[in-house]
T-cell receptor
Framework: NAGVMQNPRHLVRRRGQEARLRCSPM?????VYWYRQLPEEGLKFMVY????????ESGMPKERFSAEFPKEGPSILRIQQVVRGDSAAYFC???????????FGPGTRLTVT | GEDVEQSLFLSVREGDSSVINCTYT??????LYWYKQEPGAGLQLLTY?????DMKQDQRLTVLLNKKDKHLSLRIADTQTGDSAIYFC???????????FGTGTQLKVEL
């Protein structure tokens, strides 16, 4: 059973470009969570999605950030008009139901130049 | 508010026990977790404990929970060099839908 997959693993974008991060949950998991880890910090919750629904986006910045988890395909975290402060590691986690176990992917490390 | 605190560093000798401590603030958390992160990697779920339990043991790992003081600890017996990593404690908030993480404790195991 493959784990949580994220791609790309590393992404470099220039200021003003768009970044699209993908997450494929573990087989049988229908709940996806996105977290951001800034350098030297712990992870901060961004958004919780189920198939075709955003359940909790209390950690998402109000502008430029969006997330989706379509009926088919991976979950996408989209960052428009990236700025240097968006440079971070973005982790996706999945679970088969509401808690308690969240399994994390390897992360996408975004660098904005 | 939500805040999870951990000490930043811990250094132990190989073969000794390591104890990593954590304090949390949300008394309504149902589960508390320990994750391990190696350099450049994602987070590996080590163990978790239900909030009505005091202790959970899993091979070399022992988790102690003091709910009254909101204190969580992870003991690693017979620490090995492969245990060198950053250890994060986390609590579930918002009904279990999101995890609030501590800043992580960097464990260094010396020969």
């Amino acid at each position: 059973n493959a784990g949580v997959m994220q791609n790309p693993r590393h992404l470099v974008r220039r200021r003003g470009q768009e970044a699209r991060l993908r997450c494929s949950p573990m087989k049988g998991h229908s709940h996806v969570y996105w977290y951001r880890q800034l350098p030297e910090e712990g992870l901060k919750f961004m958004v919780y999605l189920q198939k075709e629904n955003i359940i909790d986006e209390s950690g998402m910045p109000k502008e430029r950030f969006s997330a989706e988890f379509p009926k088919e395909g991976p979950s996408i975290l989209r960052i428009q008009q990236v700025v240097r402060g968006d440079s971070a590691a973005y982790f996706c986690a999945s679970s088969p139901r509401q808690g308690p176990e969240q399994y994390f992917g390897p992360g996408t490390r975004l660098t904005v130049t | 508010g939500e805040d999870v605190e951990q000490s930043l560093f811990l250094s132990v000798r190989e073969g000794d026990s390591s104890v990593i401590n954590c304090t949390y603030t949300d008394s309504s958390s149902t589960y508390l977790y320990w994750y391990k992160q190696e350099p450049g990697a994602g987070l590996q779920l080590l163990t978790y404990i239900f909030s009505n339990m005091d202790m959970k043991q899993d091979q070399r790992l022992t988790v102690l929970l003091n709910k009254k003081d909101k204190h969580l600890s992870l003991r690693i017996a017979d620490t090995q060099t492969g245990d060198s990593a950053i250890y994060f404690c986390a609590e579930d908030t918002g009904g279990g839908n999101k995890l609030t993480f501590g800043t992580g404790t960097q464990l260094k195991v010396e020969l």
